[in-house]
């Protein structure tokens, strides 16, 4: 769904999921502030949603999350996950997130941006997110 930025299952199976993220320092475009929030695939706007830091979770620093979740729920051993450290003075870098979820027929994923950066950052068109169904 090019508007949610959601991949919604047709049938139940294993799917492989692919995220890429171009992200750079704001230059006037819309951004992405410091928390989590959930990427649109009508970029370059992307639609912020602060969610409150849990016991156990990164804290603040120069770093950030991309997941793929389920459902909007990112759980430990459901959703797909990579950090990466962000480079200072760096003008664009990549971020990808790849592997396997098993999802029900009109279970859908979604991904999610966390910047524990202590500045906004901007998600770049030429990024993308992409679903393949292997099995069921």
């Known amino acids: 769904n090019l508007t949610s930025g959601q991949y919604t299952a ?3 199976g ?17 951004t992405t502030p410091p928390g989590r929030c959930r990427m649109a695939l009508t970029l370059p706007s992307v ?4 969610e409150q830091r849990r016991k156990g979770q990164l804290g603040r620093g120069n770093h950030l999350r991309v997941l793929i979740c389920v459902q ?3 759980h ?9 450290q962000l480079e200072s003075g760096g003008d664009l ?8 979820l098993y999802l029900q027929a009109g279970q859908y994923a979604s991904v999610f941006l966390d910047n ?12 993308d997110f992409s679903a393949i169904l292997l099995g069921v």
């Open 10 to 12: 047709p049938v139940a």
């Open 14 to 30: 294993y799917y492989t999921f692919s995220a890429t993220l171009r992200i750079s320092e704001p230059s006037g475009t819309p």
């Open 47 to 50: 639609p912020a949603r602060r």
């Open 72 to 74: 909007s729920r990112c």
């Open 76 to 84: 430990r051993n459901s959703n797909l996950e990579t950090v990466s």
């Open 93 to 100: 870098f990549t971020v990808s997130v790849t592997g396997v």
């Open 116 to 127: 524990a950066a202590d500045s906004p950052l901007t998600i770049q068109s030429g990024s």
